[in-house]
T-cell receptor, first 113, second 112 residues
Framework: GAVVSQHPSWVICKSGTSVKIECRSL??????MFWYRQFPKQSLMLMAT?????????EQGVEKDKFLINHASLTLSTLTVTSAHPEDSSFYIC?????????FGPGTRLLVL | GEDVEQSLFLSVREGDSSVINCTYT??????LYWYKQEPGAGLQLLTY?????DMKQDQRLTVLLNKKDKHLSLRIADTQTGDSAIYFC????????????FGKGTKLSVKP
């Protein structure tokens, strides 16, 4: 139980385009989901907290207009990287909260050329 | 501010026990977690402990919590090559959101 999926697992795009990443809780409902970014050999950096039916809460230094988050249902949150640039290349991981625990997706590797 | 510290590397031989240590600063943490990350993958929840507990055992995994010293450890008995991964310690700040603060991760290498 408590499975979280992400789609796509890999994406390569051209600079200036937008990329949408989906995070789904497959066997439970999640009022709260989280989006993280992980650089090579580093820990996870929380980008934003996504609450179903309301606006996301962004961490300091994360541009909300660049990283658009939508949490339209209890099983789906999306992260859209708008006008992507090479410095946005990273590993993006989502998690979904079930009671006191966060369950993580497998991650999405984004490469912006 | 809140901070979680871990040693970066640990190397053990197959069959030995591994002990990964973590210290944290927020005394109001409600839960503490251990996650495992294999290369190119997301984080897998291994175990977690409520802050009013001292120990939790789950098969080969034993978690010890010293709340006075704000020290958490994860012991893996009979370590196998498949246990090679990065292990993250995390503390929950509590509250309605349940945000986690992660350590930098300990890379465990298991030699045959």
């Amino acid at each position: 139980g408590a499975v979280v999926s992400q789609h796509p697992s890999w994406v390569i795009c051209k600079s200036g385009t937008s990329v949408k990443i989906e995070c789904r809780s497959l066997d439970f409902q999640a009022t709260t989901m989280f989006w993280y970014r992980q650089f090579p050999k580093q820990s996870l950096m929380l980008m934003a907290t996504s609450n179903e039916g309301s606006k996301a809460t962004y961490e300091q230094g994360v541009e909300k207009d660049k990283f658009l988050i939508n949490h339209a249902s209890l099983t789906l949150s999306t992260l859209t990287v708008t006008s992507a640039h090479p410095e946005d290349s990273s590993f993006y991981i989502c998690s979904a909260r079930l009671t006191e625990t966060q369950y993580f997706g497998p991650g999405t590797r984004l490469l912006v050329l | 501010g809140e901070d979680v510290e871990q040693s970066l590397f640990l190397s053990v031989r197959e069959g030995d026990s591994s002990v990964i240590n973590c210290t944290y600063t927020d005394s109001s943490s409600t839960y503490l977690y251990w996650y495992k990350q294999e290369p190119g993958a997301g984080l897998q929840l291994l175990t977690y402990i409520f802050s009013n507990m001292d120990m939790k055992q789950d098969q080969r995994l034993t978690v010890l919590l010293n709340k006075k010293d704000k020290h958490l450890s994860l012991r893996i008995a009979d370590t196998q090559t498949g246990d090679s991964a990065i292990y993250f310690c995390a503390e929950s700040l509590g509250g309605s959101q349940g945000n986690l603060i992660f350590g930098k991760g300990t890379k465990l290498s298991v030699k045959p």
